[in-house]
């Protein structure tokens, strides 16, 4: 079965500093692959998505996220972090098929301090 | 605009008492799904809808219901609803290609 797994539960930034948030996959073939955003008591946004080509992807807010076959992983940068991107961050995979699924991580909370 | 629409945002409700989350959508999408969020586990779907009248079980479909009678709505029911159902629920739709998701805002289910 497939997975997702983002190591960091919880991770702390100052103001002005970079972020990398880590997210690996478990699966055979290329897959599908977002990162949500989702701030205190919203919903979820769609930061950026992967379904193939160049590997290295834009997204809102200045974050991009780079896709590494190799090392099964998709992980989040941003080079200069601001306090209003404190939320919780959770990595995707689509699951192929027709189940329609997304298969989550279990979310990274970004903390920024001033 | 599109959108995924959600209703109510904010239940506080008792065991036992049925009750029905609705979902909206106006992109014509064929693919909806139900989702659950809880601390530390991320969303996990509860069902899903390929098309019309096809409907099947998620990761957690016990003590849930659905239907889909038309393309634009697809409503969870709970029946018999358990403390363990106090969670955040997102109704969420999709294309077939491309495949990605569209998520409704959210509703935060309490059961006493």
């Known amino acids: 079965a497939q997975s997702v797994t983002q190591p960091d539960i919880h991770i702390t930034v100052s103001e002005g500093a970079s972020l990398e948030l880590r997210c690996n996959y478990s699966?055979?073939?290329?897959?599908?692959l977002f990162w949500y955003v989702q701030s205190p008591g919203q919903g979820l946004q769609l930061l950026l998505k992967?379904?193939?080509?160049?590997?290295l992807v834009q997204g809102i807010k200045g974050f991009e996220a780079e896709f590494k076959r190799s090392q099964s992983s998709f992980n989040l940068r941003k080079p200069s972090v601001h306090w209003s991107d404190a939320a919780e961050y959770f990595c995707?995979?689509?699951?192929?098929?027709?189940?329609?699924?997304?298969?989550f991580g279990q979310g990274t909370t970004l903390q920024v301090k001033p | 605009e599109a959108q995924v629409t959600q209703n109510p945002r904010y239940l506080i409700t008792v065991t036992g008492k049925k009750l029905t989350v609705t979902c909206s959508q106006n992109?014509?999408?064929?693919?909806m799904s139900w989702y659950r969020q809880d601390p530390g586990l991320g969303l996990r779907q509860i069902y899903y809808?390929?098309?019309?009248?096809?409907?099947d079980k998620g990761d957690v479909p016990e003590g849930y219901k659905v239907s889909r009678k038309e393309k634009r709505n697809f409503p969870l029911i709970l029946e018999s609803p358990s403390p363990n159902q106090t969670s955040l629920y997102f109704c969420?739709?999709?294309?077939?290609?491309?495949?990605?998701?569209?998520f409704g805002p959210g509703t935060r289910l309490t059961v006493l």
């Open positions: 699966y055979g073939a290329t897959p599908y």
């Open positions: 992109m014509n999408h064929e693919y």
């Open positions: 809808s390929m098309n019309v009248e096809v409907t």
């Open positions: 992967y379904f193939s080509g160049d590997t």
């Open positions: 995707a995979v689509d699951e192929p098929g027709n189940t329609g699924k997304l298969i």
């Open positions: 969420a739709t999709r294309e077939t290609i491309p495949r990605e998701q569209f």
